[in-house]
T-cell receptor, first 115, second 115 residues
Framework: ETGVTQTPRHLVMGMTNKKSLKCEQHLGHNAMYWYKQSAKKPLELMFVYSLEERVENNSVPSRFSPECPNSSHLFLHLHTLQPEDSALYLC??????????????FGAGSRLTVL | AQSVTQPDIHITVSEGASLELRCNYSYGATPYLFWYVQSPGQGLQLLLKYFSGDTLVQGIKGFEAEFKRSQSSFNLRKPSVHWSDAAEYFCAVGPPTDSWGKLQFGAGTQVVVTP
């Protein structure tokens, strides 16, 4: 595996379900990000983990719960979602505290549909 | 307030013709500037970036961009487009720091390439 891998690629869930999105990076980076991409809207930064500590939480509802167990893995736990949460969720990574801190490498995304 | 504007939501260009995508930003200081491309069903791929120095930046796939401080612009160009360039293009800005990335994205420009 190379780059940033996201699973599952597609997920359909009901509003009462609990599911998780997984992201794994194979680049040796130490910062990981969750972005939300909705139709006709700019990408929204949701969470940032740098050196396994959450450094950014952009007023994201508590029904989204991130977890970063180590520098290579990032999860987004989903609980009691709303239909408006349907979107493409993109994971990215970068090398924090370096010249490349702003150079994000993205995964292919997880397409979430909430019924 | 910080913002990134891509004035063109949709551009149609003939194969072999030149392409220019516009990006304007509003930022407190000169930010780091990026262009990403997203093909259908894929994540974002970095085309090029500007941190400092030469204001004409070369990227992958034959793309280049020019930073114009006086106009707060970072327009993307390609002299001759190929059918494979059909995709959505995103301009992004980030703070000129090396801690971790906090990119703000424009809403994107969809490029359609006709034969």
């Amino acid at each position: 595996e190379t780059g940033v891998t996201q699973t599952p690629r597609h997920l359909v869930m009901g509003m009462t379900n609990k599911k998780s999105l997984k992201c794994e990076q194979h680049l040796g980076h130490n910062a990981m990000y969750w972005y939300k991409q909705s139709a006709k809207k700019p990408l929204e930064l949701m969470f940032v983990y740098s050196l396994e500590e959450r450094v950014e939480n952009n007023s994201v509802p508590s029904r989204f719960s991130p977890e970063c167990p180590n520098s290579s893995h990032l999860f987004l736990h989903l609980h009691t979602l709303q239909p408006e949460d349907s979107a493409l969720y993109l994971c990215a990574s970068s090398q924090a505290h370096s010249y490349g801190a702003n150079v994000l490498t993205f995964g292919a995304g997880s397409r979430l549909t909430v019924l | 307030a910080q913002s990134v504007t891509q004035p063109d939501i949709h551009i149609t260009v003939s194969e072999g013709a030149s392409l220019e995508l516009r990006c304007n930003y509003s930022y407190g200081a000169t930010p780091y500037l990026f262009w990403y491309v997203q093909s259908p069903g894929q994540g974002l791929q970095l085309l090029l970036k500007y941190f400092s120095g030469d204001t004409l930046v070369q990227g992958i796939k034959g793309f280049e961009a020019e930073f114009k401080r006086s106009q707060s612009s970072f327009n993307l160009r390609k002299p001759s487009v190929h059918w494979s360039d059909a995709a959505e293009y995103f301009c992004a800005v980030g703070p000129p720091t090396d801690s971790w990335g906090k990119l703000q994205f424009g809403a994107g420009t969809q490029v359609v390439v006709t034969p």
